[in-house]
């Protein structure tokens, strides 16, 4: 029968595989039941030299074909050739071919076939053929996600495989920010309806938006990196949290399509999981980190050196801890309850306060109390860690006694970026590291400058370089002291350090820091 009889399908995918990895996939077709959803039945039922005669059962929305192939082996060829000799459809024939490719292989489907039912043809044919395009779709997708979680469990073993590189998820932080940032891709975007827009940004998949070839540690060593856009923007939390938990489950398997050794969990993406009860790491083979321990480790150094610079003695001083249940501020009120005085700490629930309390209690240094009420526990604090995830700010700026410093952990950044005009306080912008090499994450996050990152994705970029390919960072509340020790210490190796004072985008100067302590003393 010609070819212009019969309805013509191609489907291909890039897979990042070795070409012989993933023929070895295809040809054993008795596994495909087990991970490909539509296959229900695949058997072999003989074999001779590079000829096999196969058995298969496929259901797509409800709907069963079955029949018997004899597929032609011509590895030589890169090819695979199968041909239906009996079953469901009177025509169905095929070719798999491989070709290599700069991300991995490129394997293409090309199918024929006719349903041959008379009466019912036009509907019947192509209503097929979106069945059997869903069902190749599903088989290179299934085997793209079999072959990549070996190679994570094959790591994970011990064995010699090629991972590198470090993967970052971000987010937009406000709709507002969507719609800079598109601009700055295109000046000239005209920008339709937020309903629209709003609505179209939510349906997009979590994509790869920039790819760093080579960061540079002071060391000489280097690394590569894959900048990840979630795309969802705080306020979606509330809204559809089980839908934000796919796209950073997606945006997590984009990484290792890429073949990154571990992903840092940036913005609200840490606590998507946490809200739900869920592991993101249950869902995915890439190790996994919040980026969380050198965050802390960089907000406990910039508040060390504010003070310093504030010419006070942080023993002398009393802190308090917005958000200090949270996987960040509990690290931060772990280490600095050595330091100083006096802590307290807040959060929005009082089990998870108590227990914190009662834990740094046992330490018998600083005074600790707990308390829900934001507003009194800022005042007459002398250094504030603004550490909870909220999409608004929670703090006023009235409420600081002059001379307090604050640590604004937040992302977005709830109080660096309100407008101010107080002039005896100082307001920073915490977690901020300074690189050794400058960033480039695609769009604007938010960075004052490329040569500063966040340190959840510094922390990242140090595991990289480090091959500690782990989920380093996880869960909530379980960052200790030794580990803060241990991150700052490989940070340090690498060139990573404490970033200049950001005041917003704006630098800090010493001239700042005397006219804040001026400021003090007068009241």
Known sequence: MPDSDLVHMRISRIIPAPKDNIIRFVTQVEDFPSY??????????????????????????????????????ALRQDSIYFKAIGGDLEEFRGEWKFYNNHSGTEVVVDVYLKVGIPAIREFAEPYIEKLLTKNFEAMLSAIESRLISLKYS??????????????????????????????????????????????????????????????????????????????????????????????????????????????????????????????????????????????????????EKAVELLGKDIKDLKLTVIGGTGDIGSACSRVLTDRVKEIIITGRTKSHLRRLRDELRKKRHARIEATMDNK?????????????????????????????VICDLGYPKNISYAPIDRKD???????????????????????????????????????????????????????????????????????????????ANRLITQEHFEEVKKAAARA
């Not at 030299?49 to 079955?66: C, E, F, R």
């Not at 950073?248 to 913005?267: E, F, I, P, T």
């Not at 800022?378 to 409420?399: F, H, K, N, Q, Y």
């Not at 960033?439 to 994705?457: A, E, H, K, Q, R």
């Open 376 to 404: 009194k526990a800022v005042r007459g604090a002398d250094i504030v860690i603004a550490s909870a995830s909220v999409a608004a700010a929670i703090l006023d700026t009235a409420w600081f006694k002059p001379g307090t």
């Open 154 to 303: 094959q790591f994970r073993k011990g064995e010699v495989v090629k991972l590198a590189g470090f993967g970052v998820l971000g987010h937009f932080y406000n709709y507002n920010h969507l719609v800079k940032c598109l601009k700055m891709v295109r000046p000239d975007f005209r920008v339709p309806s937020r309903e629209f827009l709003s609505k179209l940004f939510t349906m997009t998949p979590s994509f790869a938006m920039h790819e760093m070839q080579e960061f540079k540690s002071k060391t000489g060593e280097a690394t590569r990196g894959c900048f990840i856009l979630c795309t969802f923007i705080p306020e979606m939390l509330d809204k559809d949290l089980h839908a934000v938990y796919s796209k950073v489950v997606r945006a997590c398997r984009v990484a290792q399509r890429h073949g990154v050794g571990v992903v840092s969990l940036g913005g609200f993406t840490s606590i998507v999981g946490e809200r739900l009860g869920h592991q993101i790491s249950e869902d995915v083979d890439i190790p996994i980190t919040t980026g969380n321990t050198y965050t802390a480790a960089m907000a406990i150094d910039g508040i």
């Open 36 to 73: 490909i959803p539509t296959v229900k039945e695949a058997k072999i039922i003989e074999r001779k030299h590079n000829v096999m005669k196969t058995k298969w059962l496929v259901q797509v929305d409800g709907v069963p074909i079955s029949w018997v192939e004899e597929d032609t082996l």
């Open 425 to 503: 306080i100082i307001v920073f912008s915490g977690g901020l590291a300074r690189l050794p090499t400058p960033i480039n994450t695609g769009v604007d996050m938010g960075l004052p400058s490329p040569d500063v990152s966040y340190g959840c994705f510094s922390e990242a970029i140090i595991l990289s370089l480090e091959r500690r390919f782990e989920n380093y960072s996880y869960g909530r509340g379980n960052i200790m002291p030794e580990k803060i020790d241990e991150i700052r210490k490989l940070g340090a190796k690498h060139g990573f350090g404490l970033a200049p004072f950001y005041w």
